[in-house]
């Protein structure tokens, strides 16, 4: 358990002018944890930049919200959309872990008033062939993917992306992030806010049990031998409950009965009950009596700290009580009004008529403790500077090897398990570029993304963070879509360490530039710090969500559809050294590896990059477009040739092959067409290069230079490389 | 045509059929909630996936005792169009408007992904504009699809023309590759795949507008 410090027991005392009860001080203890106070991070998280004309709510609330648009009719629309972690419980129970992930993202996008229509997952493991670790690592992904599966599936929004990506410093830590987009008209939109003096607080959904106390202090601590102990301490999810929650609440909030509406995640009744007065600057009381309990003697403490699931805090007007519980009673679920709006700022808790807790408001929920941690030394980095010699045997034996790896390989395996078309909206589902969800009342689309590279963000923060967002902007230009707001999750290791809070503060900002330079505000997000195992941190890992916005048309994809197609290179080849090489996919499958740096990123060269796949995207020129991302240009192609059509690819380029083939310079797009001329003409008027590499062919990929060939395979052995692997890769574990 | 859309709690292709059912087909769609004991003037019925009472217990096993199972029962005795789909079929099979049982997958895991249906018989309401033998892209997305029922019963599905669609690329075990049937009066229909996310080629495929279209064109009355 993270208790406070003494400095924090000091402030606490001031604050109240006495010592803290139990129930107080397990409530501060809650709401001062880093997972609710954000209070090594905040500092920073300041320079990220938050606003545009289309941001109608940024960071501070349950989620971002951002205009796209209006109906036909004139129907002013908004997306609610954010990202949230729940590692520390995935790690602890898997399957529950991610499923009550999913559960809690769900719940902050519609106690806004939006209604979930898609959610995307980041997840990271420890690699299912690591010789110590693999019973485990596959124990915990196949946990994971069920519960997402079992929570999504069921309360029925589809799953339409993600990214799975195995590395060692996820064995004792992997992480789950879950990001959910919900849709809504602008007179939808609700907020946390308890006005009104004397207004109703009123209790609904599933009833308290003893979960999931101190979830959120669980999450803020290091992992120890002990915490397999903690398994009580992670909340059990029931997607059913959740799903008339959704319905409910929904019906509710059009009766116009409702001021307020929080749902209770981490910290549960304690952060709902505060935070709601906080925003209004009100205060709550409260009787924990009337509280619905799922077991009995349950103490203030208990009550105030659980972190049972698929529960919401409404403040409705004075009088109308009655229209609110109409609505819980017709979907069978319970509503009591525990409590009131009072005018004295203050959180006061009772338990049948004893004062239990009483606490300023806005104290508690903002006044947290802020540090400024120590961080004037380097980013901690796990890898040398200098490059290894290198030279390839076999390149398309490597190519195959690439892409048969855990990162690389087909996730099919995994998506298939989640509903990814429930609701008849999924235009682009797993495994594009972007995912595409098109909006029936606009008429328009969303286009997200989630993108990380600890890899990168490994060998430099700054530089792996600015990279990280321009491949997510990147993936939303392939599809032709327009990037305007961004959420992030930040996955980190011990801030207390200064070599891990310059890591944190570098990422920070290397984001904060790039978000600016794409104009893709942060509109909201997560910080997970603390994940260390056994004093073994994590690489850093922001992870990135970006919506973009796009017509609705039929997608853009990546395979190659027909034969004697021109293969253009959008950006062109790219360049890389030795140095910038040590961060690829090539270095960690094929040489067992990492040294040197990131790919470089010129942003104004990529920004100029998007702006012309979108043009030429939007104006029907392309008949397949991928980005260039992990692998580098071969593996790209190879992903290309999925459908059976293969291509004839000469790279004109000094480079040694190893390098020409698959290095990760961003800022590249792979095109087919059968009308190379006005692709080139968009691209010059861009001022960005247009390869022209060759030519589509039937079933092979052949790739080499003038005078060599590198790479020559059939399409059909490259599909069957990536395919199946991760598929067998579980299979022969559990054989 | 009047269609109605059967809500339980936990239905969440509800929005899904009446999508197709009302913007892609232009009829009218009706959500009929699962407490109502009468079905209202509608012309056919659809059952819609999702998870009915969070398919606690076994899938359906719940929903057979919703009020509006009853109506629902004396409309199909009535002759009235039933399509049940996904969840809808299980909740049929449960309350035995349709023989067999639907188990968990052969490969223990939720499944969604594009397969391929044949349509075994042009002879119900459903299909009754498709031709024997045509072929439907269409997506399936469940857990517990694997079609049961004993070999006399299966026998005498096969028998009697109805074992309506099966599956080319049978991806969960279903016993002779079934994916859907109809009752004897052949008014009664169940399907694992979803055929109403099929209906619009912007999400890939309209294989699936088949089956309503024979529902609309079976249930207008034909020229004196």
Same mark, same amino acid.
């Given at each position: 358990m993270s208790a406070l410090t003494a400095s924090e027991l000091d402030k606490v005392r001031s604050i109240l002018e006495r010592d803290p009860t139990e129930t107080e001080l397990g409530i501060f203890t809650v709401?001062?944890?880093?997972?609710?106070?954000?209070?090594?991070?905040?500092?920073?998280?300041?320079?990220?930049?938050?606003?545009?004309?289309?941001?109608?709510?940024?960071?501070?609330?349950?989620?971002?919200?951002?205009?796209?648009?209006?109906?036909?009719?004139?129907?002013?629309?908004?997306?609610?959309?954010?990202?949230?972690?729940?590692?520390?419980?995935s790690f602890i129970e898997p399957f529950q872990g991610a499923a009550t992930?999913?559960?809690?993202?769900?719940?902050?996008?519609?106690?806004?008033?939006?209604?979930p229509i898609a959610v995307m997952d980041a997840l990271r493991f420890g690699p299912l062939d690591d010789p110590a670790h693999a019973d485990r690592n596959r124990r915990i992904l196949e946990g994971v993917v069920g519960g997402i599966a079992h929570y999504g599936n069921c309360f029925g929004v589809p799953t339409v992306g993600g990214e799975t990506v195995f590395e060692q410093c996820y064995n004792g830590n992997p992480l789950v992030n879950v990001f959910a987009l919900g849709v809504f008209r602008h007179d939808e939109i609700f907020f946390g806010r308890a006005s009104g003096l004397g207004n109703p607080v009123i209790y609904v959904g599933a009833k308290t049990g003893r979960d999931g106390i101190h979830g959120a202090s669980m999450a803020s601590a290091e992992f120890t031998e002990e915490s397999k102990q903690k398994r009580p301490n992670v909340q059990v999810g029931d997607p059913f409950m959740e799903k008339l929650l959704l319905e409910a609440c929904l019906e509710a909030m059009k009766t116009g009965a409702i001021v307020g509406i929080q749902d209770m995640g981490a910290a549960g009744l304690t952060c709902s009950t505060c935070e709601m007065g906080s925003r209004a600057g009100t205060g709550i009381e409260i009787d924990l009596a009337l509280v619905p309990q799922r077991e009995t003697g349950m103490t203030p403490y208990e009550i105030m700290l659980s972190e049972s699931q698929e529960r919401m805090l409404l403040v409705s007007e004075q009088g109308r009580e009655e229209e609110v519980f109409a609505v819980f009673r017709k979907w069978g679920l319970d509503a009591v009004t525990i409590g009131r709006v009072t005018g004295d700022g203050k959180l006061r808790v009772k338990n049948h008529g004893v004062v239990a807790a009483e606490i300023p408001n806005r104290e508690l929920a903002d006044e947290a403790p802020l540090y400024d941690r120590p961080h004037d030394v380097p980013p901690y980095r796990p890898a040398p500077m200098e490059a290894p010699r290198f030279r390839s045997n076999?390149?398309?034996?490597?190519?195959?090897?690439?892409?048969?790896?855990?990162?690389?390989?087909?996730?099919?395996?995994?998506?298939?398990?989640?509903?990814?078309?429930?609701?008849?909206?999924?235009?682009?589902?797993?495994?594009?570029?972007?995912?595409i969800v098109r909006i029936k009342e606009t008429g328009t689309s969303i286009a997200m993304s989630l993108d990380g590279n600890s890899r990168y963000c490994a060998l430099s923060p700054r530089e792996g963070a600015r990279l990280i967002v321009a491949e997510c902007c990147r993936n939303l230009s392939t599809v032709g879509a327009l990037p305007v707001a961004a959420t992030n999750n930040l996955n980190f290791g011990n801030p207390e360490r200064p070599e891990i809070m310059a890591q944190l503060v570098e990422t920070i900002e290397g984001l904060a530039e790039a978000c600016r330079h794409f104009e893709t505000p942060i509109t909201g997000g997560n910080v997970s710090l603390y994940n260390e195992t056994l004093g073994e941190a994590i690489w850093p890992t922001p992870v990135v969500g970006i919506v973009g916005l796009l017509k609705t048309a039929a997608p853009v994809t990546i395979p190659f559809k027909n034969e004697a197609r021109a293969v253009l290179l959008l950006g062109g080849l790219g360049s890389s050294d030795d140095t910038r090489f040590g961060g690829t996919q090539y270095a960690k499958v094929i040489l067992d590896t990492m040294w040197g740096l990131p790919p470089a990123l010129d942003l104004d060269y990529e920004k100029r990059v998007q702006a012309a796949i979108r043009e030429i995207v939007n104006e029907g020129l392309v008949e397949s477009a991928h980005d260039v991302s992990d692998g580098g240009l071969a593996v790209a192609m190879a992903e290309c040739c999925t459908d059976g059509i293969g291509a004839s690819i000469e790279v004109d380029s000094a480079a040694r092959p190893e390098i020409a083939l698959f290095h990760e310079a961003p800022s590249r797009i792979l095109i087919s067409t059968a009308l190379p001329q006005p692709v080139e003409e968009i691209a010059r008027k861009y001022q960005v290069e247009c390869a022209s590499i060759g030519v589509t062919m039937k079933e092979r990929l052949r790739i080499g230079n003038r005078t060599m060939t590198w790479i020559d395979c059939s399409a059909r052995q490259l599909d069957e490389a990536s395919r199946n692997a991760l598929e067998d890769r579980i299979a022969n574990q559990n054989a | 045509m009047r269609f109605g859309v059967v809500v339980f709690p936990g239905s969440n292709r509800d929005h899904d059929a009446w999508h197709a059912i009302s913007n892609v087909f232009g009829q009218?769609?009706?959500?009929?909630?699962?407490?109502?004991?009468?079905?209202g003037p509608v012309d056919a019925l659809?059952?819609? $996936? $999702?998870?009915?009472?969070?398919?606690?217990?076994?899938?359906?096993?719940?929903?057979?005792?919703?009020?509006?199972?009853?109506?629902?029962?004396?409309?199909?005795?009535? $002759?009235?169009?039933v399509l049940g789909i996904c969840n809808g079929f299980q909740i049929l099979v449960e309350s035995g408007l349709l023989p067999g049982a639907l188990l968990r997958n052969r490969g223990l895991k939720f499944v969604c992904r594009q397969i391929t249906l044949r349509i075994e018989t042009s002879n119900t309401p459903f299909t009754c504009t498709a031709t024997r033998g045509q072929l439907m892209k269409v997506p399936v997305a469940h857990g517990e699809g694997c079609y049961f029922a004993d070999e006399r019963t299966l026998d005498a599905l096969e028998k009697e023309d109805r074992v309506v669609v099966r599956y080319l690329d049978n991806p969960n075990g279903s016993l002779r590759d079934i994916a859907g049937i109809c009752n004897e009066g052949r008014n009664v229909m169940g399907l694992m795949p979803h055929p109403e996310d099929a209906v619009e080629s912007l999400l890939g495929s309209e294989d699936g507008r088949v089956l309503f279209e024979s529902m609309i064109h079976s249930l207008v009355p034909s020229p004196a």
């Open positions: 709401m001062w944890s880093e997972h609710c106070s954000y209070k090594s991070s905040r500092l920073h998280l300041k320079k990220l930049p938050t606003k545009s004309p289309r941001v109608l709510v940024g960071p501070g609330e349950n989620a971002g919200i951002i205009d796209i648009g209006a109906s036909p009719s004139g129907v002013p629309y908004a997306i609610a959309f954010k990202i949230e972690s729940h590692n520390h419980p992930g999913v559960g809690g993202i769900l719940r902050d996008i519609f106690t806004m008033g939006a209604r076999h390149l398309t034996a490597d190519l195959l090897k690439l892409l048969a790896s855990g990162d690389l390989c087909s996730k099919r395996w995994i998506w298939q398990q989640y509903d990814y078309l429930v609701r008849a909206n999924t235009i682009a589902g797993p495994g594009a570029d972007a995912a | 009218s769609a009706e959500l009929i909630w699962h407490d109502s004991t009468s079905l659809i059952l819609p $996936g $999702g998870f009915a009472y969070g398919d606690y217990l076994r899938c359906g096993a719940i929903a057979k005792f919703s009020p509006v199972m009853k109506a629902i029962k004396k409309f199909a005795a009535d $002759g009235g169009l």
